[in-house]
């Protein structure tokens, strides 16, 4: 079922690219002879209208086959004012690049929803504190609920961090019933984002929230998986030790590479004894092939911020995605990490194993992707497409047919090499 969800989700993003092209293209009055999801020979097709809707063979894209594209192709009697050739320059690159702000868009919308309906964080709750940090030298102390900062009330730790960048410093802080004002002024320290290279600050106190020790996500053919560790699962004990928060776990268990172990879970109101065999990493530490739950706050926004916070994210999106491409093309990241549609569907199927929240996100990156992918300057992408236009503009002179054609053939050699790359690594990756 999974699996099928993450399909759905990227026909939907075609979908959503595809309609950004068909609408601004009937708008401006072009002829749409055919609007297809999918590449390839057509398996279903149905005429409504004076456009052929179809679906075809290769579900790798989609396309809106507008009428006379370019000069050089067929006419039709009487459908000259409709063709696309004949366009001002504005009509065409707003045809052209309405795909990839229809995809902007729907990411938007997605944040939006996500940022409504509610997210997952973790609670302004206590956990760990460095006995010569700022928090302790202050009076914190593990357990603490943070109420507000400068009077500004806290509903998650990423509140209570960010409400001290913005300066705040009187925090209180309930403890036992009872609340209580301390003052704290956090050490800022710099770091650099690894995508976009830029340098950012964050609050350090010296204390951590509270993470408690539920299971989010179980690894395929890891020893939790093969013991029957399952997500939502609370560890309670490892090796006959207390857990009470997750960083218990990693510690207990790095020891215990390739030693049977026995593991205490609570899985609704059943308590299991479960033996499990930790795997070494390259380090030589156990591991167990468990990730902690996304977190323990629900927290829903009006209208007005969702929207707000909606665009927020996904500028934050494209920002990462541009460092990584610049990043891939410089060097600094490694080719194996670029994926193609099999590490993207196996990505969206865990997504929707995650819940509605990573679905939506997962729909948010893929189509700020999709975006981002359309508008690179290479022939037969809308970003190659731009390009031609902008030149015919500042010549104010048609491209020419043979120009035209080995720069299509250029373009579609450069993708046939990226999809090749692509597919290789997301098989070496599957048999890895």
Not at 18 to 25: P, Q, W
């Amino acid at each position: 079922m999974s699996i099928i969800l993450a399909i759905v989700a990227l026909g939907i993003l075609i979908l959503v690219h595809e309609l950004g092209h068909f609408i601004t293209a009937k708008l401006c009055g072009v002829w749409v002879e055919r609007f297809s999801i999918g590449m390839g020979p057509i398996i279903w097709s149905k005429k409504r209208g004076d456009t052929e809707y179809a679906i075809s063979a290769v579900p790798l894209g989609g396309y809106v086959k507008l009428h006379r594209m370019f000069a050089d192709e067929e006419a039709v009697e009487g459908r000259e004012d409709q063709a696309f050739f004949n366009k001002s320059i504005p009509k065409k690159l707003l045809v052209i690049t309405a795909g990839v702000l229809f995809n902007m868009l729907f990411a938007v919308l997605v944040f939006v929803i996500i940022f409504m309906a509610g997210y997952k964080t973790y609670g302004p709750i206590v956990g760990t504190v460095a006995p010569d940090g700022i928090a302790a030298m202050a009076g914190m102390q593990e357990g603490d609920r943070i109420v507000s900062v400068d009077g500004a009330d806290v509903r998650s730790w990423d509140e209570f961090l960010e409400q001290l960048s913005l300066g705040g410093t009187n925090v209180t802080i309930e403890r036992a019933a009872s609340q209580q004002d301390i003052l704290i002024k956090p050490n800022f320290i710099d770091y650099t984002h690894p995508l976009t290279g830029e340098t950012l600050q964050y609050a350090d106190i010296g204390a951590d929230f509270v993470t408690p020790p539920v299971v989010g996500t179980v690894s395929a053919g890891f020893p939790a998986a093969i013991a029957g560790i399952q997500k939502g699962d609370t560890i309670l004990k490892v090796a006959g030790i207390a857990v009470s928060k997750w960083a218990d776990i990693g510690q207990l268990v790095r020891p215990r590479a390739d030693m049977l172990t026995e593991v205490i879970v609570q899985r609704g109101t059943d308590t299991l004894r479960i033996g499990i065999t930790p795997q070494a990493n390259e380090q030589g530490d156990g591991i167990l092939g468990i990730m902690m739950a996304e977190g323990d706050t629900i927290i829903r926004e009006n209208p007005a911020v969702a929207f707000v916070r909606g665009i927020e994210r996904t500028g934050e999106m494209t920002a990462a995605i541009i460092g990584g491409i610049k990043q891939l093309i410089t060097g600094k990241v490694s080719k194996d990490n670029l994926g193609g549609p099999i590490l993207i569907v196996q990505e969206g199927a865990r997504s929707a194993e995650g819940g509605y929240e990573r679905y939506l996100s997962y729909m948010g990156l893929i189509s700020i992707n999709l975006a981002i992918l359309n508008l690179l300057p290479i022939p037969v992408l809308d970003g190659g497409y731009v390009i031609m236009f902008i030149y015919e503009g500042i010549r104010r002179k048609r491209m020419g047919v043979k120009m035209r054609e080995r720069g299509q053939m250029v373009g579609m050699a450069l993708l046939g090499l990226l999809m090749v790359f692509a597919f290789y690594n997301d098989i070496f990756r599957f048999l890895r």
